[in-house]
């Protein structure tokens, strides 16, 4: 039986949530100046036009032929955009501007996709029973909406760190004055951690989110807030990038050979250190989380003699309760609103990680959900029972190799959608690039 195959959801409401997802990403690519599309912000990742073609191409070659039938009109496109590149330590793509299509030949493939596709999908919104291949396109549609929302989320780390002024400025809330922030620990006592889905639900899960398991977690201590900037400077100050026995020795080699001496979102003007936001460099916010790589969290949790947690810790930290229930979320059953967290594009930039008390869990624990991911010690594998999406069987089982670590939570940049407690994402060590920070366990 396929992971999600028992959806509820009718298809027209996800319809329009593909509609919406669209709009999110139409208005992503319109921050960036029309000159500057053929960028490559970070070197591991394709140019911005390749993601303007491959969320259409992703869309047409996961629906048209399997729900509808469809033949292509673009099939050299469709195989032009049809994958990203995840990033592998020296093995940087180099293909020049000159070699992908105009701007103008892109946004007509978009058009061209869109037109076909949302003929189809005002057809069958109305039929509840609309299957595709023998399961519900219920299915196939989630799928193409989280995929949208993803990108949404992963290319605004990419513009993130293309230069200022190739950007048009959008504005944000400014951020409230809140109190310092009372660093401490949590005591979590000893229970259970139910991760993942169970198959054939009601819900939605990607493929890595199957099968529903129980771990059992002994008793811990754990941060209640995330490693802030101010604490990481303490690291640094102290030596942290310079004393090896903070490093395994890859990170160290890494680090070494990389030349890497700071937060990749730092930056140093004489004896004061800023912040680059998405629009601004700004005097480096000392109680926002500290967005660092998998390997930096590490090196910090290492100086301060503590570690980072694993994925069954941080769930139950988040979702568990003194008396063995869980929560839907870690304040309770309410879904995500603004008063809860730093999340689903309210915001570009971090914000104070002591912004939202309302959202803490039933152990007092902080800022569990949005205003950054959070890295922890689990390597992401598959759990128990396994099964790949038939139709995108690399989606998790290409990543299954022993690099890539699982994060929880969500960034300011996270949809609503994610931040179920089952959703699970991934990166390697040594990038640097995302909305990730952390926060560290007793040893």
Not at 81 to 87: E, K, L, R
Not at 167 to 188: F, W, Y
């Amino acid at each position: 039986m396929l992971a999600a195959e028992k959806s509820v959801v009718a298809p027209q409401e996800i319809v329009q949530r593909l509609f919406d997802a669209r709009r999110r990403s139409d208005a992503l690519f319109k921050l960036v100046r029309a000159a500057s599309l053929y960028e490559r912000p970070i070197p591991e990742r394709h140019r911005i036009v390749f993601y303007v073609g491959h969320l259409e191409a992703f869309d047409w070659n996961l629906l048209s032929e399997r729900a509808f039938g469809l033949r292509s009109v673009h099939p050299e496109y469709d195989r032009l955009f049809a994958f990203g590149i995840d990033p592998v330590g020296g093995q940087l793509p180099a293909d020049l501007p000159s070699d992908w299509p105009s701007q103008d030949a892109v946004r007509n493939y978009v058009s061209d996709v869109r037109g076909s596709l949302d003929h189809q999908l005002q057809r069958i919104a109305l039929d509840p029973r609309a299957t595709a291949n023998g399961f519900p396109l219920s299915t196939l549609l989630n799928v193409a909406v989280e995929h949208r929302l993803m990108h949404v989320e992963t290319l605004a780390y990419m513009l993130h760190h293309l230069p200022l002024a190739m950007k048009l400025q959008e504005r944000q809330p400014p951020t409230l004055d809140r109190p310092p922030v009372a660093h401490g620990m949590a005591a979590i006592p000893a229970g259970v951690a139910i991760l993942g889905l169970a198959r054939g639900g009601p819900s939605f899960g990607w493929d890595n989110e199957f099968e529903a398991h129980a771990v059992e977690v002994p008793a811990f201590e754990i941060d209640r807030y995330k490693v802030t900037n101010r604490q990481y400077l303490e690291f640094m100050s102290d030596g942290g990038y310079q004393t090896r026995e903070f490093w395994d020795d890859e990170h160290w080699e890494w680090k070494t050979s990389h030349e890497i001496s700071h937060p990749l979102f730092w930056k140093r003007s004489g004896a004061h250190w800023f912040l680059r936001t998405m629009f601004n460099e700004v005097p480096l916010p000392a109680d926002w989380p500290v967005y660092v790589s998998h390997a930096e969290a590490s090196a910090y949790a290492r100086w301060a003699g503590k570690s980072l947690p694993t994925e069954a810790q941080w769930h139950r930290a988040a979702y568990g309760t003194l008396d063995g229930r869980s929560r839907p979320y870690p304040w309770g059953n309410q879904p995500p609103d603004p008063s809860l967290g730093n999340f689903d594009f309210q915001r570009w930039d971090p914000m104070p990680v002591n912004s939202f008390p309302g959202g803490q869990s039933a152990f007092g624990i902080h800022d569990l959900l949005g205003n950054g991911w959070e890295w922890t010690s689990t390597v992401f594998a598959p759990f128990p029972g396994f099964e790949p999406f038939p139709f995108y069987p690399g989606y998790s089982a290409d990543f299954f190799d022993g690099k890539h670590f699982v994060m929880r939570g969500g960034s300011p940049r996270t949809a609503a959608c994610l931040l179920r407690p089952t959703f699970r994402n991934w990166f390697q060590a040594h990038y640097q690039y995302v909305y990730a920070g952390f926060r560290c366990v007793d040893r």
